[in-house]
């Protein structure tokens, strides 16, 4: 019973390409979330969605953006993507009040060769 | 702003005997805290939270986690380890306001030898 799905599992992809990083969920959550994750730095929170259409930079939102059309899908997009941005990508989300915590995708390995 | 620290990165301990992950917090009002396993590939899976209920938490495959106002602190523990257990453990702490953004932490690799 998967309740949020990252479209890929892995992903190689040049420098320069505009890549886009998928996220479903199936909970009716409010909250979507897109993090990267890399040893020794734990998750930094790149974006965050708490409403359709309604997004808030997190920690780290240089060269990213998102997407949020409908409530179940929340995108993320490389805009140009760069050798520093091969990292894993996480997808989460919540209850509006997010005290019973995230939900995550399985992630999304990507490579920018 | 709330933060947290996990203090050990990796952390080796015999099939059998008890483990501790420790994690510090450090928050301005009171937090919500929680710690996630992830295991290789795979993504974050909730062990456990605390918010603000019993200070003893109980979560899935007998881990367990004790909120201490005084220390700050939010140390994991389980009395045996099992090979399955293996993994890398978050520590993170919950926000207010819009979104109750979790701030992780560094993370901690678990390794569990026979």
């Known amino acids: 019973d998967v309740k949020v799905t990252q479209s890929s599992r892995y992903l190689v992809k040049r420098t320069g390409e505009k890549v886009f990083l998928e996220c479903v969920q199936d909970?009716?959550?409010?909250?979507m979330f897109w993090y990267r994750q890399d040893p020794g730095l734990g998750l930094r929170l790149i974006y965050f969605?708490?409403?359709?259409?309604?997004?808030e930079k997190g920690d780290i939102p240089e060269g990213y953006s998102v997407s949020r059309e409908k409530k179940e899908r929340f995108s993320l997009i490389l805009e140009s993507a760069s050798t520093n941005q091969t990292s894993m990508y996480l997808c989460?989300?919540?209850?509006?009040?997010?005290?019973?915590?995230?939900?995550f995708g399985s992630g999304t390995r990507l490579t920018v060769v | 702003a709330q933060s947290v620290t996990q203090l050990d990165s990796h952390v080796s301990v015999s099939e059998g005997t008890p483990v501790l992950l420790r994690c510090n917090y450090s928050?301005?009002?009171?937090?919500?805290l929680f710690w996630y396993v992830q295991h290789p590939n795979k993504g974050l899976q909730l062990l456990l939270k605390?918010?603000?209920?019993?200070?003893l938490v109980k979560g899935i495959n007998g881990f367990e986690a004790e909120f201490k106002k005084s220390e700050t602190s939010f140390h994991l523990t389980k009395p045996s380890a099992h090979m399955s257990d293996a993994a890398e453990y978050f520590c993170a702490v919950s926000g207010v306001g819009t979104a109750s953004k979790l701030t992780f932490g560094t993370g901690t690799r678990l390794q569990v030898t026979l």
């Open positions: 928050s301005s009002y009171s937090p919500s």
């Open positions: 909970m009716d959550h409010e909250n």
């Open positions: 989460a989300s919540s209850l509006i009040q997010g005290a019973r915590g995230y939900t």
């Open positions: 605390y918010t603000s209920a019993a200070t």
């Open positions: 969605s708490y409403d359709v259409k309604m997004k």
